[in-house]
Each structure stands twice: as structure tokens, then as C-alpha cells.
């Protein structure tokens, strides 16, 4: 019976691997990056970025996995070793990245929603791989995915926290590209909190209507932005808070 053999590979195979699995990310990552700037809140292209984001959460994973095994058949002992070492050291923020992807499958889970944890509730304003920061009245908290496994969350709903809003705008009429030139607008407007970027989708195919979910810094700041946005030629009522 003869011994099984481990795959011979070279540090040229592992190289055109990650340059194939890697591109392909890149590439679904700007595609899906176009659609969030450019979706509707149905249709078509939100279709296609909901099953993109989708794919991407776990093909991230994915592909770190068959990096790691391809780079221990390059030299199995002494790469088994060194990913060992890797993986102990980093065995805490591994827990967390993982547990994000579990957690991030939920699609309520994103920016913008309400979320009351065992030691705070406030509004989720950035997502990164290993845990989320929640803004709360006293300020900016991070949360890590393996304590909201652990200790559980919920989402809120109906209550005020913060300065966040979801607006119901009209395009303006001579705005050749309305999202992109709102948003170019918006960044540059001191009214804002930064720590949450406005996100902006029309809100049916086909017509000029603007859906717009944005934070401002104080609560007074709310009338001077919708003055302002009546002065852009986006007029603009508040839907909900």
C-alpha cells in the first residue's frame, strides 16, 4: 500500500493563487462598492449587491483558509509550525473575525440600525472585521462580534438615540448625477456627524425620489440642513428618526 503524498507545491503556485483569489475579491469588492453608491432600494442592481455582500462575507474566509493550507504544503513542517504560532498569538481577534461572519450574515445587522448590547444601546455607526463601534449619548464604543455572541444584542426600534435620520428628498432637477452630487454636497457640510457616512439610494426605479440616512452633529443642526438642502434644490422631509 503505497504512502499518501502531500501536494508539491511551490512559492510560484502559492503566488498565482493569491493573485487569482484575491483579484476576484478585489474585483466583486468594486462592483459591489458601484452598486451601494448607485442602488436603488429595490430592483435589479439592490439585488445584485445584496448577493455580491452576501458572497463576499464568506468568500473572505474562504480564501484565507486555502491560503493557509497551500502555504503549509509549500513546507509542511516548518510552515505548519509558523501557522501555528500565527494562530495562537492572533487566537482572540481569529475568535472575533469569525464570529463577525455570523453575525454579519444577519441582514438586519448593518450601519445606521439601533442596538442594545448587555452594556450599551445606541445607533451602529462603522463595521470592520472583528467588531463594531456603537454611538451612544456618552460617545463612541467598540463592541467585539465575540462578546455580542456571547452576551447577546437586540436591535431597537422606536426609540430615540442620537441625531440620526432617514430623510425623503427630490432630486433637483439640473443635477445630472443627483446621488453623486448630493453626496459630494453633504461631505463638505458641518452639520454632520463624521463617524457615520450618509448613505443614499433612490427610493424606486425610475424616479428622481431620494431615500437618505445621515446623523447630524446637535439636534438644532436638523432644520439648518434641511434649509440648506432646499437651497441645494433638494427639497427634503423627515421620514423617520
Excluded at 444584542?153 to 422606536?158: D, E, F, M, N
Aim: hydrophobic share 45%; no cysteine; net charge positive.
Amino acid at each position: 500500500m503505497e504512502a499518501y503524498e502531500l501536494p508539491d507545491l511551490t512559492w510560484v503556485d502559492l503566488i498565482l493563487a493569491a493573485v487569482i483569489l484575491y483579484g476576484t475579491y478585489a474585483l466583486l469588492s468594486l462592483l459591489r462598492d458601484r452598486l451601494q453608491r448607485t442602488r436603488r432600494t429595490q430592483g435589479v442592481r439592490a439585488g445584485a449587491h445584496n448577493v455580491i455582500a452576501a458572497f463576499l462575507l464568506y468568500y473572505e474566509p474562504i480564501t484565507l483558509l486555502v491560503m493557509a493550507t497551500l502555504f503549509v504544503f509549500v513546507n509542511p513542517l516548518l510552515h505548519g509550525v509558523i501557522l501555528a504560532l500565527l494562530i495562537l498569538a492572533g487566537f482572540a481577534r481569529l475568535r472575533d473575525y469569525l464570529s463577525g461572519r455570523i453575525i454579519l450574515g444577519t441582514p438586519l445587522i448593518g450601519v445606521g440600525k439601533r442596538m442594545k448590547t448587555d452594556r450599551f444601546t445606541g445607533v451602529i455607526s462603522r463595521i470592520n472585521r472583528i467588531g463594531l463601534y456603537l454611538q451612544t449619548g456618552e460617545g463612541l464604543h467598540f463592541v467585539n462580534y465575540t462578546t455580542l455572541l456571547t452576551e447577546g444584542y437586540s436591535l431597537v426600534t422606536g426609540k430615540d438615540i442620537g441625531g440620526y435620520y432617514q430623510l425623503n428628498l427630490v432630486a433637483a432637477k439640473d443635477a445630472r448625477d443627483p446621488l453623486t452630487d448630493l453626496l459630494d454636497r453633504l461631505t463638505s457640510t458641518p452639520y454632520l456627524d463624521r463617524s457615520f457616512r450618509p448613505e443614499l439610494s433612490y427610493a424606486e426605479y425610475g424616479t428622481r425620489d431620494i431615500q437618505v440616512r445621515l446623523s447630524v452633529r446637535e439636534e438644532k443642526h436638523l432644520s439648518e440642513l434641511l434649509s440648506l438642502l432646499q437651497e441645494w434644490g433638494y427639497p427634503a422631509t423627515i421620514a423617520q428618526r
